[in-house]
């Protein structure tokens, strides 16, 4: 059963855009994370050597895939001792988050929890199953029926750390209540604030979080951010081996089967470290440069302590921000996009070029 879903969020943005793109030095979009540096030529290298898929790829992945998984979570997560019946590729993350619920038969009467500052596809799996989703995110709220939770450490859009005594607090109270918890995880190499700008930022999979059993436990991880891999469609998913058998039956029934060249691709790109530490450099100086500018034209910064956005408030509602950005040529996402807590909020992407970043900075700062 199908439930009504929302309009489309982003459409409702038009106006503003059309304002923007007025300025007589064009439009600075930070709206939407999407990647706008090149794909590192070795994995586009190891997506052309692969480019003879005859044969359907397996939904379970290669044998190459499934281990180069299991050895980065124990290398760049602290997740060791996962086999690979413990991992699964997805077709980018957002398929999953979107389908889980259903895969999992959750339906009416069944809750799924998400963050009271969330990326809207969570809602949006619930509303596909047919369940009710709550944003909580204090684990005594969360109700007896409650089947699924979804984290997201570090946030979108708000740039929040869990760190390993909150994950394990959570963690506990799914399993009170027998629910599955899920961690999104694709920020998690993109540290910056306090602790987190020289500390590893944990996986819900990590052993001091787990306690040793991942039962019930999932993390899900996407290439598309770490590694400008969003057109590939380069994600996987790990932990409770039960789970993951479960999932793979739905998903090869359904055919959610990731192509050949890309499965080859993500085996080098996991393989390798450089090319994310050069990424995070980009953002780290993007943010350098965007952060105070938006600071001193009147903006707060709320956590952000990790990831891909800025997560400020002026103090007024998001849409006379949107509206003030706009008209320096400037899209921003409004609070009101990630559900009903954060109404004064709104999001910048640090997804821009250097010379578009700079250019909102300039126009930020002769703005006051
Ligand atoms: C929190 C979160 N989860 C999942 C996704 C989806 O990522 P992808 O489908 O590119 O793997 C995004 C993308 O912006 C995100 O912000």
């Not at 019930?216 to 789970?243: C, T």
Request: proline share 7%.
């Amino acid at each position: 059963m199908l439930a009504e879903l929302p309009e489309y969020p982003w459409d409702a943005m038009a106006p503003y855009a059309a304002q923007a793109k007025a300025h007589p030095d064009g439009m600075v979009d930070l709206s939407i994370g999407s990647p706008v540096d090149p794909t590192p030529e070795l994995i586009r290298t190891a997506l052309s050597a692969a480019t003879d898929a005859h044969a359907y790829p397996t939904t379970v992945g290669t044998p190459a895939l499934r281990e180069a998984i299991v050895e980065w979570f124990g290398r760049r997560r602290d997740v060791s001792g996962l086999a690979v019946d413990n991992v699964l590729p997805t077709i980018g993350s957002k398929e999953f988050v979107a389908w889980l619920a259903f895969m999992l038969r959750l339906g009416p009467g069944d809750v799924v929890v998400h963050p009271r500052a969330a990326y809207p596809t969570y809602a949006i799996g619930a509303a596909m199953a047919g369940a009710r989703a709550l944003a909580s995110d204090d684990p005594a709220e969360w109700p007896e029926n409650t089947k699924l939770v979804w984290l997201n450490s570090p946030g979108n859009p708000d740039g929040r750390v869990l760190d390993i005594d909150a994950l394990r607090s959570r963690v506990q109270r799914a399993r009170e209540l027998g629910a599955i918890i899920v961690n999104d995880e694709c920020y998690a190499e993109l540290g910056w604030d306090g602790r987190w700008s020289h500390d590893r930022i944990p996986s819900i999979l990590d052993p001091r979080v787990t306690g040793g059993s991942l039962e019930g436990i999932l993390s899900a991880y996407s290439l598309s951010k770490q590694s400008n891999l969003a057109g590939y469609r380069a994600a996987f998913v790990a932990g409770d081996r039960a789970l993951i058998d479960q999932l793979l039956v739905i998903r090869k029934h359904a055919g959610m089967m990731l192509p050949g060249p890309v499965q080859a691709a993500m085996v080098v790109a996991l393989g390798d470290e450089s090319h994310v530490a050069a990424q995070k450099e980009l953002y780290r100086a993007r943010r350098s440069v965007l952060l105070p500018a938006l600071v001193a034209a009147g903006f707060t910064l709320d956590a952000s302590e990790a990831g891909l956005y800025l997560w400020v408030t002026e103090g007024k509602d998001a849409w006379i921000s949107i509206e003030r950005l706009a008209s320096l040529g400037i899209l921003a996402g409004p609070g009101h996009f990630y559900g009903d807590h954060y109404p004064n909020h709104v999001r910048l992407s640090l997804t821009a070029s250097d010379e578009r970043i700079g250019q909102a900075a300039a126009r930020l700062r002769v703005s006051v």
